[in-house]
């Protein structure tokens, strides 16, 4: 399997190889503008030192400051950080959004901190970069395994609330933005749907992971009556064909801080839940989940990425072979940098703008995006990943050229 980089680098080839741009332009693109690396070291309750590597890729800002989450997890490598930076350049071009693209990250474990040392580190992530960052340079934001409490810690320590979005509303955030990657990924799909091959409601929808994205997911299907057959989290996977309650789910969940042993489901690995037959099959955890070797078992109908790079380049070939397509992550799951733009630019103008305003500029916005991408894809004749990643090329190119 490719590293997730060069697997980044093979999105963009293939995009340029239906519409060829400059190589200056290329050479910049395929490149971050910086990559900052700095070990954080933290006290831990007992009063051991722990020492952490941490990250942020800043890769591209001719749009707008760089922007983009920070990640904790025990396998965030600088390949990944690189990665998922790059994307959120193309991301926030598909979007429409005046931003840049960037990603930071923290090699941890986090269910191994308590949430003082929690806070420590995010203390600690905000002064070793604090020279990088700032509301017109470098704005940060949750990602896997990071909320609004971390954003609210690392705004106080850096003493501006526009420095990250993402936070919880009494400390600047922006009503909807915990529920805006999985509510933009639902318009999305909404947009596109007379497009994809799907017979009448309600729809059968399988989603790996259960984390903000994945969970919300549910709750918007399921309250507007699709069937949830099958869910994952770390520990597993569970499926119960008439449909889970959704709801009660929510509440297992958090008494057993796992989806696996639901009344009335029954468990199975995350590898046989992704080749459930479905209509919807939504990967919303981590990247390269759907490869060339379990993309030819692949049941579902239509897949929509509210992950970042969770269906590989071989995967993409194998899946449109078999005539399934792939809703691609930079137009997916661009609700959440959309309302995190939306958040910023409250807090840039000392505004609070209610759910409704903030619904209706999220639609409007994923609506914009959906058709672009859809224009792009009959226009060439190509996958929806090329067509978002054309896209964004365009509008990274008129950006460039304006700045020169
Ligand atoms: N981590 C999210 C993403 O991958 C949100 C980034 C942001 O809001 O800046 O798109």
């Not at 990665?83 to 005046?98: D, E, H, W």
């Not at 399934?324 to 910023?344: H, Q, R």
């Amino acid at each position: 399997m490719p590293n997730a980089y060069q697997n980044f680098l093979s999105q963009l080839d293939r995009a340029l190889a239906v519409v060829p741009k400059p190589v200056a332009l290329v050479t910049t693109l395929q490149t971050p503008n910086r990559i900052i690396e700095h070990t954080l070291g933290i006290q831990k309750d007992n009063g051991a030192e722990q020492s952490f590597s941490a990250y942020r890729i800043q890769h591209n800002n001719w749009r707008g400051p760089y922007k983009g989450g920070i990640r904790f997890h025990p396998q965030v490598d600088l390949d990944e950080v690189k990665t998922l930076a790059a994307l959120m350049t193309f991301k926030t071009a598909v979007a429409g959004i005046p931003m840049g693209g960037g990603k930071g990250g923290v090699t941890v474990d986090p269910k191994t901190l308590s949430s003082t040392e929690r806070e420590r580190l995010n203390r600690a992530w905000t002064n070793a970069f604090r020279a990088d960052i700032g509301p017109t340079v470098d704005v940060p934001a949750p990602d896997v395994n990071t909320g609004s409490a971390d954003m609210d810690v690392i705004a106080n320590e850096f003493g501006h609330p526009a420095v990250v979005t993402g936070k919880s509303i009494t400390h600047g955030g922006s009503v909807g933005r915990d529920t805006a990657t999985a509510q933009g990924g639902w318009y999305v799909f909404e947009a596109l749907r007379s497009h994809l091959n799907l017979g009448p409601d309600p729809l059968t929808v399988v989603i790996q992971g259960f984390g903000n994205a994945g969970a919300t997911f549910a709750n918007i299907a399921h309250a507007l009556g699709h069937k949830i057959i099958a869910v994952s989290d770390s520990s597993g996977a569970i499926h119960n064909s008439a449909g889970l309650d959704i709801p009660a789910l929510h509440l297992y969940k958090t008494a057993h801080r796992s989806v696996q042993g639901f009344p009335g489901a029954e468990n199975l690995t995350n590898s046989a839940m992704l080749e459930l037959p479905c209509d919807l099959l939504i990967p919303a955890a981590l990247e390269s989940q759907i490869t060339g070797e379990n993309a030819p078992r692949i049941k579902a109908k239509v897949i929509l990425e509210l992950a970042n790079g969770p269906v590989t380049t071989a995967a993409d070939d194998i899946l449109f072979v078999n005539n399934i397509p792939v809703i691609p992550d930079i137009l997916a799951n661009s609700g959440g940098v959309t309302v995190s733009y939306f958040e910023w630019d409250q807090n840039m103008k000392s505004e609070h703008w209610s759910a409704l305003e903030v619904d209706q500029k999220l639609r409007d916005h994923m609506n914009a995006a959906a058709t672009a991408v859809q224009t792009i894809a009959v226009q060439h004749g190509t996958d929806l990943r090329r067509a978002a990643f054309i896209v964004a090329l365009n509008r990274l190119q008129e950006t460039e050229s304006k700045q020169k």
